[in-house]
């Protein structure tokens, strides 16, 4: 049986779901467990990964459980797990580039030995004023910019809203644009 031949069992459990249900949580995860980790681990290639990417939507649906219509959770749940893919691609290229724009390992110039100690110093102080955020502030810039996490999923596992995410971003931003001026004219 397909993950979407089940929809008279979907909107029974889905029903239940909605009504704190746990059994009818256990009896979805043990319906579509198995399909999903082939699903998840086809696409990654490893199994830890897959797993991690399962359970974290199952974990969303459970949390999300009276937020959502739905009457088909073999649907819902494959592309839940195909979404939570693309974004673990998306936050992965994003480490990529930024660890190769800011890595340490950078090539220095020959005729600028110190340049190499300058940019450290610079990334320390950048990271001083990242760390005096305020800590929610903070940790929505760090969610954001280090980790690549889109604002649906922060506001989600802060359990806040979008607006409040972005509003958090962009404070931090100005503030780092204000005080990186300061940085720059020490240095240059």
């Known amino acids: 049986m397909s993950m ?5 069992n ?3 459990w889905m029903e239940r779901l909605r009504d704190n249900d746990a059994a009818a949580f256990t009896e ?3 319906a579509y467990r198995e399909k999903l980790l082939a699903l998840a681990f086809n696409r990654l290639s490893d199994i830890q990964a897959a797993e991690d990417i399962v359970q974290d939507v199952f974990i969303s649906l459970w949390n999300q459980r009276h937020n959502h219509q739905i009457n088909n959770a073999g649907a ?9 893919i693309l974004d673990r691609f998306r936050r ?5 580039q930024y660890q190769q724009v800011y890595s340490t390992d950078m090539p220095v110039p020959s005729n600028a030995p110190d340049a190499a100690l300058q940019f450290k110093h610079i990334q320390q102080l950048l990271q001083e004023e990242v760390n005096k955020l305020p800590e929610k502030c903070r940790l929505i810039f760090q969610y954001s910019r280090e980790q690549g996490m889109p604002v649906k999923e ?12 972005e509003n958090q971003i962009t404070k931090a931003l100005r503030h780092l644009k204000g005080n990186i001026k ?5 240095f240059f």
């Open 76 to 84: 819902y749940l494959a592309t839940a797990v195909k979404y939570k």
């Open 28 to 30: 979805i995860y043990e």
């Open 92 to 96: 992965e290229q994003l480490l990529r």
């Open 4 to 8: 979407t031949d089940q929809p008279n």
């Open 182 to 186: 300061h940085l720059f004219s020490t």
């Open 154 to 165: 922060i506001a989600q596992t802060l359990n806040i809203s979008h607006k409040t995410v």
């Open 10 to 12: 979907d909107i029974l």
